[in-house]
């Protein structure tokens, strides 16, 4: 087996480090943030995600996951997967490159200078097309080859995902020897993957594999988001003419499921997406085209990110019609703070933003979440958040369901109404039995239903 390092250890990087241990390899997670890395080195996570409590402590206990502060101790690797954040940049749509060039250029001080046997640099951050190809020469200097190996796990699935991936792709270097170095290096590092068996319960019989160049290997990645961005959105738009006419958007997406050219998945009005991928990838992926000079080719890009947006603002509009026309002195309960449901990531979280819109308009909002509590008061402690849902639900004039956890949709709507004052309730995922909540005296504001 191969001694691999990951750099950066976030969603994508620690569970990509706790995955490649639990398939055979020594593996050295490396990050700057000192705190992330003695927790992750105790075997606990930093962050909320299904099944990877289990999956890290196995691992670290087995001596073959470890993680260090000190770039270092990954310099004797066969293969370094970097896999640190790139952020929107706070100037513009574009993507901050910074965690991507610190990360390489701290790599490349501990590398040997032209090893017998090269090491492989593979890229799995979610970078602008040309990226691979600016790090290419910058690591020739000490004879280290790099390919791109994007990642496409969900947050909520990021372990099955990793470990049982729908798709492999390798962006490989134009030189055919560089080439077929970095594919062996991959193929080892990915053999179990590859290999065609069942590990205790992992079916790896069907993993295709993609070999392209770095251009195509980066595209896909925000191609991919783009397209199920605009899947999500088509459907949000669909739900405001369902709307405006009586039509039921549920129903609609069903139907056009059906044909196969178009299918089911992520047709399904709400509230819209947000998280840490698809609203920076589809700026990022128009910035860069228009710094490509096609400044036309993505417009509709632009379209996509406001109908995202215009839906955030409509579960507004729609308790403050149901109000009277005015949130103002309300008190409302907003049931979910996590961007969707099995995670505790808030970035560009619908939830989060629905409640800070409501309370500029002067409502008393009350927050919770089975688990984000932590991440809000970290990174949003301007929310009046509670733990438990009977807290917030007590003597609220209205309840907006803003991401379909479990526990959100089966709620006792008549144990709501005995504690809350109003009987008003938004289902902004389009989750709830609306049989339930009517007939314990609510009324039930959907989207698009």
Known sequence: MSKLSVIGCGYLGAVHAASMAEVGHQVVGIDTDADKVALLSAGKS??????????????????????????????????????????????????????????????????????????????????????????????????????????FLREGFAVDDTLRPDRLVYGLPADPAQAELAEAKLDEAYAKILSGETYEGLDWSETPKVVTDYATAELVKVAANSFLATKISFINAMAEICDATGGNVTTLAEAIGYDDRIGKKFLRAGVGFGGGCLPKDIRAFQARVDELGLDDTLDFL???????????????????????????????????????????????????????????????????????????????????????????????????????????????????????????VVDGRNCLDRGNWESAGFTYLAMGR
């Open 46 to 151: 930093p962050f909320y995600e299904p099944g990877f409590d289990e999956l890290l402590r196995r691992n670290v206990e087995s001596g073959r996951l470890t993680f260090s502060t000190d770039f270092a101790a990954a310099a004797d690797a066969d293969v370094h997967f970097i896999g640190v954040g790139t952020p929107q940049r706070r100037d513009g749509q574009g993507a901050d490159l910074t965690y991507v060039h610190a990360a390489t250029d701290a790599l490349l001080a501990v590398l040997p200078d032209h090893p017998e046997n090269p090491s492989l640099v593979a890229g799995k951050s979610t970078v602008p097309v040309g990226t691979a190809a600016v790090l290419a020469d910058k690591f020739a200097a000490k004879g280290a080859i790099v390919a791109w190996n994007p990642e």
């Open 302 to 424: 632009s379209d996509i990110d406001a109908v995202n947006v215009r839906q955030r603002s409509r579960v507004v509009a729609k308790l403050a019609d149901a109000l009277g026309g005015s949130v103002e002195g309300k008190t409302i309960a907003v049931l979910g703070a996590a961007f969707k449901p099995d995670s505790d990531d808030i970035r560009d979280s619908p939830a989060v933003d629905v409640a800070r819109q409501l309370a500029a308009a002067g409502a008393d909002v009350r927050v919770t979440d089975p688990k984000a509590g932590p991440v809000v008061a970290r990174f949003a402690d301007d929310l009046n958040f509670v733990d438990s849902i009977d807290d917030a639900v007590t003597g609220v004039d209205a309840v907006a369901v803003l991401t379909e956890w479990k526990q959100f949709q089966q709620l006792d709507a008549a144990k709501v109404a005995e504690l809350a004052t109003g009987r008003i």
